[in-house]
């Protein structure tokens, strides 16, 4: 039979799977990774956002000046700076969010097929929304910039309030309450109908969108829902902290595993556990590490 010229419908929100292809490169990517670069990161997402996940990875994608040796060959191609001669290298680093089983395959599940000694010993630290971070920079450096870097977004259905919220009587205003009424303009009444609709008990008045009595959006430590997301959102209130925790990290000078202890990624005692190549652990302190 002819080939029907009749019109199809192409739905546009199908698409292709990456397929073994993508699987296959990312397991060759990070076993390149771990032969380049000194320091290998674990670190665990909370609240995981694509876009501060984003800001992670340019942030430590960056360019650093740094003093060549005096008898390099690079010296013909230093330039002045503020504090002397320094040359433009690239210190980037790589960093890796996929699939926990295809990177702890590339890092090896035994000493039998792992690319560098020991890097097996990071495999049972990849679960749940885990990443691999491969950075030229110490782990203080690391340490410290995961502890300053968590913004806020808005929490979404499933989640633990971490705060309460509640809009008070008379005109609801745009925050809710938030900030000062100067500061602050009357809730738009188009909006109203929203509100009624996720159970808030609202009025118009003259215009303007008012509450008989306060009412309790949500309360600390209660499993959100979409319509008390919806709501937070509304009215401008962010409660979920996006934050990075290093789990453990791996030095390739040293062949060593540092196993970092529960909230010590961003700052603590200072302390870990070291894992050696008989697998046990240790406690030991960065400073013995670092040395």
């Not at 001669?85 to 395959?105: I, P």
């Not at 000493?111 to 560098?116: G, V």
């Not at 009025?203 to 008390?228: A, I, M, P, T």
Request: with cysteine; proline share 5%.
């Amino acid at each position: 039979m002819p080939r029907s010229k009749r019109a199809k419908v192409v739905h546009l929100s199908k698409v292709t799977k990456k397929g073994k292809e993508l699987t296959l490169k990312t397991y060759a990517n990070i076993q390149e990774c771990v032969a380049k670069y000194p320091f290998l990161y674990v670190f665990a997402v909370d609240n995981m956002r694509n876009t501060y996940l984003k800001d992670v990875r340019t942030r430590l994608s960056d360019s650093r000046y740094v003093q060549p040796p005096f008898r390099s060959p690079e010296r013909r191609f230093v330039r002045k700076g503020v504090r002397g001669n320094f040359l433009l290298t690239s210190e980037t680093s790589r960093l890796f969010f996929g699939k926990t089983k295809v990177m702890a395959a590339a890092l090896g599940r035994s000493a039998t097929d792992e690319p560098a000694p020991n890097t097996s010993l990071l495999t049972p630290h990849l679960s749940g929304t885990i990443g691999l971070l491969f950075s030229p920079r110490a782990p203080a450096e690391i340490k410290a910039y995961f502890a300053d870097f968590h913004p806020l977004d808005y929490a979404r259905a499933g989640t633990t309030a971490t705060r309460t919220f509640v809009l008070p009587a008379g005109v609801v205003y745009s925050r809710g309450g938030e900030i000062a009424v100067e500061e602050d303009v009357p809730l738009a009444h188009s909006i109203e109908p929203t509100l009624r609709k996720w159970g808030v008990p609202t009025r118009l008045v003259k215009g303007r969108v008012e509450l008989e009595g306060e009412y309790v959006v949500c309360q600390e430590g209660e499993v959100l829902g979409s319509g008390q997301t919806t709501l937070l959102k509304m009215f401008g209130v962010a409660t979920a902290e996006f934050g990075v925790e290093l789990k453990a990290y791996w030095e390739k000078e040293k062949a060593e595993v540092m196993v970092l202890a529960e909230g010590e990624a961003g700052g603590g005692d200072g302390r870990g556990k070291e894992m050696g190549e008989d697998g046990e652990e240790e406690l030991v302190d960065d400073d013995e590490i670092m040395e």
